[in-house]
T-cell receptor, first 115, second 115 residues
Framework: EPEVTQTPSHQVTQMGQEVILRCVPI?????FYWYRQILGQKVEFLVS????????KSEIFDDQFSVERPDGSNFTLKIRSTKLEDSAMYFC?????????????FGSGTQLSVL | AQSVTQLDSQVPVFEEAPVELRCNYS??????LFWYVQYPNQGLQLLLK??????LVKGINGFEAEFNKSQTSFHLRKPSVHISDTAEYFC?????????????FGTGTQLKVEL
């Protein structure tokens, strides 16, 4: 089965630093997402992206966050100035379309640790 | 707004025993329901989903779930578990307008299968 690839698997950064999390969605997919999971808490929706623009975002996705599809294959999440509470596992996901509960394909995640 | 409750954070069970992982949801609109599984160091994988029709849904790896609208539940069951079923299991919902993409997850249930 095709896979969503995320790099790096672990990222450690200092508070206040910028960090970019990278994802390669499945090649023919059109919809892209970021979710995150703080340790011990729920997996939370951050943002969805389609046709080179954000289609929906949650309250968590404030001005410190941005997403980009810089080329035909990568999908990135940037956190401008990291805070301690940004420490979490970040999951990228993609799917082909949004009809009838179309299955989301998730990557294995990037564990972000902010010190 | 929707929410998902997984009351059991951990479920230990012996191999070949049956298991039920509980999931309750709340929503003011009709929803799609999902179970995802996360094996160690891997991404979330779709186990099964309920969109409409028969309330008993069969998924991969011998798992099934039953949608009960009156009890707003979507419990996951397997009649005989295997060591390889040890993983974190997440119940999730999405309203019909979201097309199954903006998922609201529960906190997860860690299934630990022992010999």
């Amino acid at each position: 089965e095709p896979e969503v690839t995320q790099t790096p698997s672990h990222q450690v950064t200092q508070m206040g630093q910028e960090v970019i999390l990278r994802c390669v969605p499945i090649s023919n997919h059109l919809y892209f997402y970021w979710y995150r999971q703080i340790l011990g808490q729920k997996v939370e929706f951050l943002v969805s992206f389609y046709n080179n623009e954000i289609s929906e975002k949650s309250e968590i996705f404030d001005d410190q966050f941005s997403v980009e599809r810089p080329d035909g294959s990568n999908f990135t999440l940037k956190i401008r100035s990291t805070k301690l509470e940004d420490s979490a596992m970040y999951f990228c996901a993609s799917n082909l379309d949004t009809t009838f509960g179309e299955k989301l394909f998730f990557g294995s995640g990037t564990q972000l640790s902010v010190l | 707004a929707q929410s998902v409750t997984q009351l059991d954070s951990q479920v230990p069970v012996f191999e070949e025993a049956p298991v039920e992982l509980r999931c309750n949801y709340s929503s003011s609109v009709s929803v799609y329901l999902f179970w995802y599984v996360q094996y160690p160091n891997q991404g979330l994988q779709l186990l099964l989903k309920y969109l409409s029709g028969s309330t008993l849904v069969k998924g991969i790896n011998g798992f099934e779930a039953e949608f009960n609208k009156s009890q707003t539940s979507f419990h996951l069951r397997k009649p005989s578990v295997h060591i390889s079923d040890t993983a974190e299991y997440f119940c999730a919902v999405s309203d019909l307008g979201g097309g199954g993409n903006k998922l609201t997850f529960g906190t997860g249930t860690q299934l630990k299968v022992e010999l």
